[in-house]
């Protein structure tokens, strides 16, 4: 957790959160990432996250607490980028920049980013497991479910 990544522009995801607005070059650590996945909902810091941890490795969690209807198969940038129809971009274009861009005066649609196929996805029963098994110390270790709910305290999004 107190690994440091090196935010780089190419990291900068558009839509909510904070370290899109800061320089390149910051060191930050992996447990930092974390905190602003969940406190802020930063899109950056979630896509590291993902990246650092796997998209399979998530899925294979969600399988092992027996959450079979939730699953985690795209990122922050990719469903930001669908949402403005730019899917066909490569991803070296999927910058700020060219979201701020291309997404003024744009009605936002998508081609699947609203949908439930071959896209993030849960229900709120397994929402509510999710959150019981964190509560009762089930989803990880004990340490980490209380550091879970310690962070959920905090949290600036939703009430």
Do not use: Y
């Amino acid at each position: 957790m107190d690994e440091k990544i090196v935010l780089r522009e190419k990291d900068k995801v558009p839509g909510s959160g904070v370290l899109k607005e800061l320089s390149h070059g910051l060191e930050i650590s992996f447990r930092d990432l974390v905190e602003l996945t969940m406190i802020v909902s930063d899109n950056t810091a979630t896509d590291l996250v993902a990246e650092k941890v796997g998209l399979d490795n998530v899925n294979s969690t969600l399988r092992h607490l027996g959450l079979e209807k939730t699953a985690v198969v795209v990122d922050c940038r990719d469903i930001l980028f669908d949402l403005i129809d730019l899917n066909d971009i490569s991803d070296e274009k999927k910058t700020v920049d060219f979201f701020m861009a291309k997404s003024r005066g744009r009605t936002f649609g998508g081609s699947w980013s609203l949908g439930i196929k071959d896209n993030d996805i849960t229900t709120p029963n397994e929402m509510l497991r999710l959150l019981e098994m964190i509560i009762k110390g089930e989803a990880a270790g004990r340490k980490s479910c209380e550091a879970i709910l310690a962070t959920m305290l905090r949290c600036q999004t939703g009430g």
